[in-house]
C-alpha cells in the first residue's frame, strides 16, 4: 500500500519533512520512504492532500483499567469487579487508537488485567494500541495503588515481585517511589528504602528489563536516579500535605547529567479544573501552576521530556496526548520538539526505536494522517483523518 501526502514527517525531531511525500507499506512494516514522483504507480493507494503523514503517536503514561470520569478510584479498583475492570480498559484502548494513539505505556493495573487484554487483542477479540506494560505497580504494603496487588518489601521481596511480573509478561518494571493520590499515602517522602530501590532496578535490569519510578518529591528522584532509574515518571517537587511545591535545581541539574527521561503528565492537572469548584479547585489551580512551571525549568536544565498523559487517573481521557504535546511546546520545547515527544522521542524512552516512533524502513507501519501542519500547529494532532496500526487501518475519514 503507497500513502502520499502534502508531506511526511519521518522523525525523530531534526530529521527534516519531505514535501509531497509518501510511505509505502509491506506486509505490516514502512519498506520505503520518500518523495511521492520517486514511487511508481500502485494499485493499492490512498492519497491524503492537505494533509501531513508522521508516525502514529505514543502516550508513555496511562492507566488501561482506570475509567477516567472522576470516579474515586481507590473504591473502584476495590469494588468493582474484575470483568468491570477488563470492559473499561477495553473500550480505553479502542479510544486511544482511534485517536491515532498506536502505542500504549500502561503504568499500573490490577494483577495481571493488562497482560490479559494484550491477548485478547492478539486473539483478535479487541482492538488496542501496542501495548508496552508492566501489570502491577510495586509499591510498599499500603502505598500509592497498593489495590493493584503488587504490594512488596525487603530486598528480597522487591526482587522476587519483580521476578514475578516478569514471569506474567511485564515489558518493563513500574516502582511507585513515593506516595501519591492514594489515600494515607505521603507524595512527599520516597516509599521504598535506598536499598530496596536498588535492588529492585538491579533484578529488573539482570531480567533485560528497564525500570520506571514514580516521583513526586526530590528525595524520591534523588533516591531513584542512585537506584539506577530508567525514566522518572511526573518528578514533582512536593515538600508536605497542602504545602506549595519548592523546584530544587540540584534535582533538574541530576537528573539532566543522568540522561534520565521525564514524563511529566501535566494532563491530570489540565483537564480536572472544568470539574472543580471552591478550594478544590484553587489548589488544582495552584499545583498545575508549579507543575507547569517546574517542567519549563526542568527543561531548561536539559532534562529529556517525553508525553505521557497518565489517561484514566481523575478526569483525564485517552485521546489527550496530543493535548499534552501541546502543554510541553508551552513549557519551551520547540514544535519539532514536543512532536517527537509523542513519537521517536517517547519511544527510545521506552526501548521500543527499534519498532516504533519514527517512519523509516523496517519499523512497524504505525502511521497517521492530519490536516495541515502540525509543525505550525499542533491541535492538527487532535483530528486524525487516517490511522493505520502494524498495517491495519483503523481509520479512514478520507
Given amino acids: 500500500m503507497l500513502l502520499t501526502a502534502d508531506r511526511v514527517i519521518p522523525g525523530p525531531a531534526d530529521a527534516e519533512p519531505i514535501d509531497h511525500g509518501a510511505v509505502l507499506v509491506d506486509q505490516g512494516r514502512i519498506a520505503r520512504v520518500g518523495r511521492a514522483a520517486e514511487f511508481g504507480d500502485a494499485a493499492d493507494r490512498l492519497d491524503f492532500p492537505g494533509h501531513t503523514l508522521m508516525p502514529g503517536l505514543i502516550d508513555a503514561h496511562v492507566h488501561l483499567a482506570l475509567p477516567g470520569d472522576g470516579t474515586p478510584f481507590t473504591a473502584y479498583a476495590q469494588d468493582e469487579p474484575p470483568g468491570v475492570h477488563m470492559a473499561v480498559a477495553i473500550r480505553n484502548a479502542a479510544t486511544a487508537l482511534r485517536a491515532g494513539i498506536t502505542t500504549l505505556k500502561d503504568c499500573g493495573g490490577p494483577h495481571t488485567l493488562t497482560f490479559e487484554l494484550r491477548r485478547a487483542a492478539e486473539k483478535g477479540y479487541a482492538q488496542a494500541p501496542h501495548l508496552h ?5 510495586l509499591t510498599i504494603r499500603g502505598g ?11 530486598r528480597d521481596g522487591v526482587a522476587e515481585m519483580v521476578r514475578e511480573v516478569s514471569k506474567q509478561g511485564a515489558d518493563y518494571v513500574k516502582a511507585m517511589g513515593s506516595g501519591g493520590g492514594t489515600p494515607h499515602t505521603m507524595s512527599w517522602l520516597p516509599a521504598f528504602t535506598p536499598a530496596e530501590l536498588t535492588r529492585m532496578a538491579d533484578e ?5 528489563r528497564r525500570l520506571a519510578v514514580h516521583c513526586l518529591c526530590g528525595a524520591a528522584t534523588m533516591q531513584a536516579l542512585a537506584a539506577g532509574v530508567d525514566v522518572i515518571e511526573h518528578c514533582g517537587f512536593i515538600t508536605g500535605p497542602d504545602t506549595p511545591q519548592r523546584f530544587d535545581p540540584a534535582v533538574a541539574e541530576a537528573v539532566a547529567r543522568a540522561g534520565v527521561p521525564v514524563c511529566p503528565t501535566l494532563s491530570v492537572g489540565d483537564t480536572v479544573l472544568p470539574h472543580l469548584q ?15 512551571e517546574q517542567t519549563s525549568q526542568l527543561r531548561a536544565a536539559g532534562v529529556r521530556l517525553i508525553a505521557g498523559t497518565d489517561a484514566g487517573w481523575r478526569f483525564t481521557p485517552f485521546d489527550w496526548v496530543a493535548r499534552e504535546m501541546a502543554i510541553l511546546q508551552e513549557c519551551g520545547l520547540s514544535a519539532a520538539e514536543a512532536l517527537a515527544s509523542g513519537t521517536h522521542a517517547a519511544a527510545e524512552a521506552l526501548g521500543l526505536d527499534r519498532e ?6 523496517g519499523l512497524a507501519a504505525d502511521v497517521i494522517a492530519v490536516p495541515g501542519n502540525p509543525l505550525q500547529d499542533l491541535t492538527a494532532l487532535r483530528r486524525p483523518a487516517f490511522v493505520m496500526r502494524a498495517g491495519e487501518v483503523i481509520v479512514d475519514g478520507r
Fill in 133 to 137: 506494560l508492566c501489570g502491577r505497580p
Fill in 144 to 154: 500509592h495503588c497498593w489495590y493493584f496487588g503488587g504490594e512488596c518489601g525487603g
Fill in 356 to 361: 516504533t516512533g519514527c517512519l523509516a524502513p
Fill in 204 to 208: 529488573a535490569h539482570r531480567l533485560g
Fill in 278 to 292: 471552591g478550594r478544590d479547585r484553587d489548589r488544582w489551580e495552584r499545583m498545575l501552576a508549579e507543575n507547569l
